[in-house]
């Protein structure tokens, strides 16, 4: 089964409107983390924001905040005030336990900003 | 300050020949990664290097991939008589030990490897 699932492979959204990327993922390790990375066209990938599982609250990182929904093991990230340079493809990712351990991915979401 | 570097960027080898990776990680950082992105199997784990410990190889696809991280820094990521199947994107991360919030792993701008 796969940990980490982005259910969309691309997205529109009109400059200046808000975005939500969805992100689903699956672990029975009660400590864990949430990622998202951006990777524009360049390649490098690119931290944007992190979520913990015992966060009480979501977090935010100046226009992207994480609707975390521990119940439904749901991440999702939104993007407020969207931007064309917000165009690239954007990762989830969850590490399990604590400490430093490998991150796993989603297979990502395209996102298109257009004027 | 400076981020994770890799060399080359890019490199294109022809099928059988070694190749050798380079990622220098964030100054202070005592955790590196390696992971390979290609379109068909998106991003997977490789190997991971945790201050002195043993590395954790257990993302590794096969006995032609190793890896070496010299005096706790500098990572060399080492591929043997390489397949077709090897081409890829090779991304090194690093990040710090000091607990969950701090162990955001920052990447490299990756090498692209093109094997003929």
């Known amino acids: 089964a796969q940990k980490i699932t982005q259910t969309q492979p691309g997205m529109f959204v009109q400059e200046k409107e808000a975005v939500t990327l969805d992100c689903t993922y699956d672990?029975?390790?009660?400590?864990?983390?949430l990622f998202w990375y951006k990777q524009p066209s360049s390649g490098e990938m690119i931290f944007l924001i992190y979520?913990?599982?015992?966060?009480?609250q979501n977090a935010t990182e100046g226009r992207y905040s994480l609707n975390f929904q521990k119940a439904r093991k749901s991440a999702n990230l939104v993007i407020s005030a969207s931007q064309l340079g917000d165009s690239a493809m954007y990762f989830c990712?969850?590490?399990?336990?604590?400490?430093?351990?490998?991150?796993?991915f989603g297979k990502g979401t395209r996102l298109s900003v257009i004027a | 300050g400076a981020g994770v570097s890799q060399s080359p960027s890019n490199k294109v080898t022809e099928k059988g020949k070694d190749v050798e990776l380079r990622c220098d990680p964030i100054?202070?950082?005592?955790?590196l990664y390696w992971y390979r992105q290609s379109l068909g199997q998106g991003l997977e784990f490789l190997i991971y290097f945790q201050g002195n410990s043993a590395p954790d190889k257990s993302g590794l696809p096969s006995d032609r991939f190793s890896a070496e991280r010299t005096g706790g820094s500098v990572s060399t990521l080492t591929i043997q008589r390489t397949q077709q199947e090897d081409s890829a994107v090779y991304l090194c991360?690093?990040?710090?030990?000091?607990?969950?919030?701090?162990?955001?792993?920052?990447f490299g701008p990756g090498t692209r490897l093109t094997v003929l």
């Open positions: 100054s202070g950082h005592t955790a």
């Open positions: 991360a690093s990040s710090l030990a000091g607990g969950p919030r701090t162990d955001t792993q920052y």
């Open positions: 672990t029975s390790d009660p400590s864990y983390g």
């Open positions: 979520q913990g599982s015992y966060d009480q």
């Open positions: 990712a969850m590490r399990e336990g604590r400490g430093n351990t490998p991150l796993v």
